[in-house]
C-alpha cells in the first residue's frame, strides 16, 4: 500500500450520511469511470463485498433461469462464475482451459454463440497469470450480440480495460489488486443497454444486493446500507493520484516491472509459462518444488508471494507487480530465489 493510503486509512472515520460525504461519492463515482473509459450513462454500483460478492451480484441482477451464458473456466476464478450460475439455477455450458492452454479464436469458433446471451469471463485468470484477449472475446460477443460480463478485479489497472472499445456490458473491479488499498470494496460497471434491458426488468431474490437500489442510492451520493467507509476513502485519494499522473500510468508501471522480471528469470533460468501473460503478476513453474520455495521464501527471507493450491501446489508460484513495490524489491526477491534453489 502506499503511504498516502496508509495516511487515509489511520484517520478516523467519518459520519457517512452527509452533503461532504456524497461529494466523495460523487467524485469517485466520475473517476473511475474515467479510469476505464466508461460513458456518462452507464451505471456505477459500489458493493461493500469482496470480487465473489460483486460476480454473484451482477449474474443475479443481469440473467434468469430463462438465460443460457457461456462461462470461460480456466482456473478457480473461471470456476467461480460457473458455480454461481449453478447455485442460482442458470443454464450454462463452459469453455474449460486445461493448465497450459490457452484461449484462441479457434476454440471459440467451434462454440455456437447463437444458443446464449451472455459471455462471463475473468480477464485475467489470476491462478495461472493467464490474460484472455479482450479484443477476441468482444468480436465474438459482438457477432452473436451476447451481453459481455467481464470480472477484471487482478486486469484493472494492470492491462488494458477499456468499457467503451470493448462495448463491456458489466465491468467488476475490486479495491484490493491495483489500487493497493484495504479489501472489502468492489465497484460495478454496467452499460446502458444491459440496465435498460435487464437490470431495470429482473428483481432479484436479494435485497443487500439489488443493483436498482444501489444505482437509485448513489443518485444522492450514498448507499444503500452502511458501507466501508474507510475504503471509499482509500479509494477517493488513490484515484486523485492516480488521475494527477495520468490514468495509463499505473499499468505501464506494472508492464514495466513484469517485463524487466521476467528477463531476469530467462537470464536466471527460471521458467515462465508461454501463454499470454497478465501485467499484473508472472507465475514461476518449479515443479516439484513450487510450495518449498514459497515456504522458504516466507519463513527464511520474509517475502510473501503467492502460492498454488490444489494441482498446481507444487508446480507454480505467482509474484505480483501490483501496488508500491519497486524494482529493489525484485532484484531482493531474485537473490533469495536464487539461493533457495542450490538447496532444493
Same mark, same amino acid.
Given at each position: 500500500?502506499?503511504?498516502?493510503?496508509?495516511?487515509?486509512?489511520?484517520?478516523?472515520?467519518?459520519?457517512?450520511? =452527509? *452533503?461532504?460525504? @456524497?461529494?466523495?461519492?460523487?467524485?469517485?463515482?466520475?473517476?473511475?469511470?474515467?479510469?476505464? +473509459?466508461?460513458?456518462?450513462?452507464?451505471?456505477?454500483?459500489?458493493? =461493500?463485498?469482496?470480487?465473489?460478492?460483486?460476480? #454473484?451480484?451482477?449474474?443475479?441482477? &443481469?440473467? =434468469?433461469?430463462?438465460?443460457?451464458?457461456?462461462?470461460?473456466?480456466?482456473?478457480?476464478?473461471?470456476?467461480?462464475?460457473?458455480?454461481?450460475?449453478?447455485?442460482?439455477?442458470?443454464?450454462?455450458?463452459?469453455?474449460?482451459?486445461?493448465?497450459?492452454?490457452?484461449?484462441?479464436?479457434?476454440?471459440? #469458433?467451434?462454440?455456437?454463440? @447463437?444458443?446464449?446471451?451472455?459471455?462471463?469471463?475473468?480477464?485475467?485468470?489470476?491462478?495461472?497469470?493467464?490474460?484472455?484477449?479482450?479484443?477476441?472475446?468482444?468480436?465474438?460477443?459482438?457477432?452473436?450480440?451476447?451481453?459481455?460480463?467481464?470480472?477484471?478485479?487482478?486486469? !484493472?489497472?494492470?492491462?488494458?480495460?477499456?468499457?467503451?472499445?470493448? /462495448?463491456?456490458?458489466?465491468? $467488476?473491479? @475490486?479495491?484490493?489488486?491495483?489500487?493497493?488499498?484495504?479489501?472489502? $470494496?468492489?465497484?460495478?460497471?454496467?452499460?446502458?443497454? $444491459?440496465?435498460?434491458?435487464?437490470?431495470?426488468?429482473?428483481?432479484? @431474490?436479494?435485497?443487500?444486493?439489488?443493483?436498482?437500489? &444501489?444505482? #437509485? +442510492?448513489?443518485? *444522492?451520493?450514498?448507499?444503500?446500507?452502511?458501507?466501508?467507509?474507510?475504503?471509499?476513502?482509500?479509494? +477517493?485519494?488513490?484515484?486523485?493520484?492516480?488521475?494527477?499522473?495520468?490514468?495509463?500510468?499505473?499499468?505501464?508501471?506494472?508492464?514495466?516491472?513484469?517485463?524487466?522480471?521476467?528477463?531476469?528469470?530467462?537470464?536466471?533460468?527460471?521458467?515462465?509459462?508461454?501463454?499470454?501473460?497478465?501485467?499484473?503478476?508472472?507465475? $514461476?513453474?518449479?515443479?516439484?518444488? /513450487?510450495?518449498?520455495?514459497?515456504?522458504?521464501?516466507?519463513?527464511? !527471507?520474509?517475502?510473501?508471494?503467492?502460492?498454488?493450491?490444489?494441482?498446481?501446489?507444487?508446480?507454480?508460484?505467482?509474484?505480483?507487480?501490483?501496488?508500491?513495490? &519497486?524494482?529493489?524489491?525484485?532484484?531482493?526477491?531474485?537473490? /533469495?530465489?536464487?539461493?533457495? *534453489?542450490?538447496?532444493?
Amino acid at each position: 500500500m502506499f503511504p498516502e493510503t496508509l495516511a487515509t486509512a489511520s484517520r478516523q472515520l467519518p459520519y457517512f450520511r =452527509t *452533503r461532504e460525504f @456524497s461529494q466523495i461519492m460523487f467524485e469517485n463515482e466520475e473517476m473511475f469511470k474515467r479510469s476505464i +473509459n466508461a460513458p456518462q450513462d452507464a451505471k456505477t454500483v459500489f458493493l =461493500t463485498a469482496s470480487g465473489t460478492g460483486a460476480m #454473484e451480484a451482477a449474474i443475479m441482477n &443481469c440473467f =434468469t433461469k430463462e438465460d443460457r451464458l457461456l462461462v470461460i473456466n480456466g482456473g478457480s476464478f473461471g470456476r467461480r462464475f460457473a458455480e454461481i450460475c449453478n447455485i442460482h439455477q442458470i443454464p450454462h455450458d463452459e469453455v474449460i482451459l486445461e493448465f497450459g492452454k490457452e484461449l484462441t479464436e479457434e476454440l471459440l #469458433e467451434v462454440v455456437d454463440g @447463437s444458443r446464449y446471451s451472455g459471455l462471463l469471463v475473468n480477464l485475467h485468470e489470476t491462478v495461472t497469470g493467464q490474460l484472455y484477449d479482450i479484443a477476441l472475446l468482444a468480436q465474438y460477443c459482438r457477432k452473436y450480440n451476447l451481453y459481455f460480463v467481464v470480472d477484471a478485479v487482478s486486469a !484493472y489497472g494492470a492491462d488494458e480495460v477499456d468499457f467503451s472499445q470493448y /462495448a463491456i456490458d458489466v465491468l $467488476i473491479v @475490486s479495491s484490493q489488486k491495483a489500487l493497493a488499498l484495504s479489501p472489502g $470494496i468492489s465497484i460495478v460497471e454496467i452499460s446502458k443497454r $444491459i440496465y435498460e434491458e435487464r437490470v431495470l426488468k429482473i428483481q432479484p @431474490s436479494t435485497l443487500y444486493f439489488d443493483f436498482k437500489m &444501489c444505482i #437509485e +442510492n448513489l443518485k *444522492r451520493g450514498q448507499t444503500p446500507f452502511t458501507p466501508a467507509v474507510g475504503i471509499l476513502l482509500e479509494l +477517493n485519494e488513490r484515484l486523485k493520484q492516480i488521475q494527477k499522473a495520468g490514468w495509463k500510468r499505473m499499468q505501464e508501471e506494472c508492464h514495466a516491472l513484469a517485463v524487466r522480471f521476467r528477463m531476469e528469470l530467462e537470464q536466471r533460468d527460471f521458467e515462465v509459462p508461454v501463454y499470454r501473460l497478465s501485467n499484473a503478476l508472472t507465475p $514461476i513453474l518449479l515443479k516439484p518444488h /513450487a510450495k518449498e520455495m514459497y515456504l522458504h521464501l516466507k519463513e527464511d !527471507y520474509g517475502f510473501i508471494v503467492t502460492p498454488s493450491g490444489g494441482e498446481l501446489e507444487e508446480v507454480l508460484i505467482r509474484v505480483g507487480h501490483l501496488g508500491n513495490v &519497486c524494482w529493489e524489491d525484485y532484484d531482493k526477491l531474485l537473490e /533469495a530465489m536464487e539461493c533457495i *534453489r542450490e538447496l532444493l
